[in-house]
């Protein structure tokens, strides 16, 4: 696979590092001659110049790219270049790094970007997923906003557990796609004993998260089939933290070049 990254700095350098450990073939664009002397990549192909001029991506041959990554200090110079591989090059995948979050929502197919990368966000959600215990966590926005990879890790008071997967009426828009169990990850049949301290992982729209949220984090279901009261929508008083921050019309600065 033919990979074109933009952007030599700590983040593309270490893409490229692994990358290149994976037997693909990588070219980085930067504008700093210096970095290549720096960078300790074996193997990568180089070119100086800005991946903001058509001139700099057509010498890179970006049109047999099979993915582009950008991967600067800069969103603009990201959300630039990923538009530009896309629209004049045709270039099949994008990533684009985000790095300020507020830049976050620009980030998605109207400027060419196939998956976003918001390291804040996803540290925040590594952080989160290892501390909190009886709440959905967003690891992972999917299909540029529209779905989520997420994770509940079932309290041991928990009303959900002895219920059989299949026993339980999940929110339309949410799969159920693995367990984690004693550190061994479980393919999830209707038949599976849902269990204290277990992992859920949920693939699901965005939009669906409160509802799971409210399904997972009922009441004992004492006063009915909480579950099912649940799974037909999210209570009024829902944390909202799967909201989205609300659209800024101008690309926030991050504040540093890297």
């Given at each position: 696979m033919k990979v074109v990254i933009v952007g030599a700095g700590s983040v593309g350098s270490s893409i490229a590092r692994e990358l290149l450990s994976h037997k693909h073939e990588i070219l980085l664009i930067d504008l700093k001659p210096e970095v290549i002397?720096?960078?300790?990549?074996?193997?990568?192909?180089?070119?100086?110049?800005?991946?903001?001029?058509?001139s700099t991506l057509?010498?890179?041959?970006?049109?047999?790219?099979?993915?582009v990554v950008s991967a600067t200090g800069d969103?603009?110079?990201?959300?630039?270049?990923?538009?530009?591989?896309?629209?004049?090059?045709?270039?099949?995948?994008?990533?684009?790094?985000?790095?300020?979050?507020?830049?976050?929502?620009?980030?998605?197919d109207s400027w060419g970007v196939d998956v976003a990368v918001n390291t804040p966000q996803l540290m925040t959600a590594l952080v989160?997923?290892?501390?909190?215990?009886?709440d959905l966590v967003r690891l992972l926005t999917?299909?540029?906003?529209v779905s989520s990879l997420v994770e509940f890790t079932v309290p041991h008071d928990s009303h959900v557990i002895g219920?059989?997967?299949?026993?339980?009426e999940w929110p339309e828009d949410a799969t159920?796609?693995?367990?984690?169990?004693?550190?061994?990850?479980?393919?999830?049949?209707?038949?599976?004993?849902?269990?204290?301290?277990?992992?859920?992982?949920f693939v699901t729209t965005i939009a669906a998260e409160d509802e799971l949220r409210a399904l997972l984090s009922a009441p004992d279901a004492g006063e009915g089939d909480a579950a099912a009261d649940a799974a037909a929508g999210p209570d009024d008083d829902s944390d909202g933290r799967s909201g989205q921050p609300a659209h800024s019309h101008a690309i926030e600065d991050d504040?540093?070049?890297g």
């Open positions: 002397g720096r960078s300790g990549l074996r193997g990568a192909h180089w070119l100086v110049g800005d991946a903001c001029e058509l057509k010498d890179a041959r970006l049109e047999d790219a099979d993915v969103d603009k110079v990201n959300l630039v270049v990923s538009l530009l591989a896309k629209t004049e090059f045709g270039v099949g995948r994008t990533v684009g790094r985000v790095n300020n979050p507020k830049n976050d929502w620009m980030f998605d989160e997923e290892a501390v909190e215990i009886g999917l299909q540029t906003g219920l059989t997967v299949g026993a339980i159920l796609v693995a367990i984690l169990r004693d550190q061994a990850p479980i393919t999830p049949s209707r038949d599976d004993v849902i269990d204290g301290g277990d992992e859920l992982f504040g540093f070049d």
